[in-house]
């Protein structure tokens, strides 16, 4: 590795506290535990036998969750349904010390819910409920309004897009503007943007994205063989998207970093030893990077530690933020460290 043990234990220490705005898609994770001991009846299909019931944070509340365990001071912008599922991400929010100000009630459209069935560690089925209508032109607006009004307090902006309409053409805009008169930026406040397909046309106020490889290849108009075309079509993005740092995750091959008008930037090897579920690991990257921007850290640094936070999630079961313990000892154990 590039870092040292006392780099990136220092990087930790400077998170504490950096309030970071998130700005996306608020999804109720709702899990349903059981045990399987029969075929049914009805249809070839397992009946599960419930044990537990558990709801968490989704979507962009992965990414809140992620820096809340990490020490940032976090804030919420993002809508819900008026519904028990909205009251229940409010509560949720809450309980965790959340600023939630910023979390709107769309009226005409239910809370996003998706739920997951498993038994014995393994997912049997995921049940999605959303309304893929889109938002009213006020609305967007009057949330744009809103993300603006709650920028000033922070260091970093995360951008968490699921496609679920939070993020929009209206949004990107009024960020933009903000990105002109010097309200965001490297150094500033980045905004760092966790991307979706439906999307990559009104990217434009961005610092930092960070696409998976599947997400970059679409967007790029490309494929990533290896980490040359993977430097590339982050050469391409950052010209798409006007971005000054893109970081491009490579699933088991690791992640790149380009910055601007570079052609060889930074490639990191993963540091997974066993995935079990890679849900949410691209939240657990964006947040963990983003706050180490926001909180002065060097890119290489930065990138370092949001490539060991990832490697610890996908250990887990369901979407799993990272753990503040299981981080430092993690860093503890790696021996390929510099002294």
Known sequence: MLSSKSDLLEAIE??????????GDLILDRYIWGDVTRISPEAPVP?????????????AGNAVLNLINIGARVSVCGFIGDDEEGEAILNLLSSFGVHKEGVLVDRDRPTCLKTRV????QQVVRIDREERVAQGQALKEGFAAVVEANLGNAKAMIVSDYG???????LMGRLHRCKAAGQIGLGICPLVLD???VNYGVYEAVCVAKPNKKEAEMAAGMVIEDRESAFKAAGILIKKWNADLMLITLGEGGLVILGTGEDKGIYLETVAQKVFDVSGAGDTVTAVFGAALAAGVDVVVAGELANIAAGL??????????NMEKLKHKIDQLTDLKA
């Open 118 to 121: 498993l038994a014995r560690n």
């Open 164 to 170: 679920k309409g939070a993020i929009s053409a209206s």
């Open 14 to 23: 400077k998170i504490q506290g950096v309030p970071i705005l998130v700005v």
């Open 313 to 322: 999630v996908v250990s887990e079961v369901g979407t799993a933020p990272v």
């Open 47 to 59: 009946v599960v036998l419930v044990t537990n019931t558990e709801d968490r944070l989704g979507g």
């Open 195 to 197: 991307p979706h397909p």
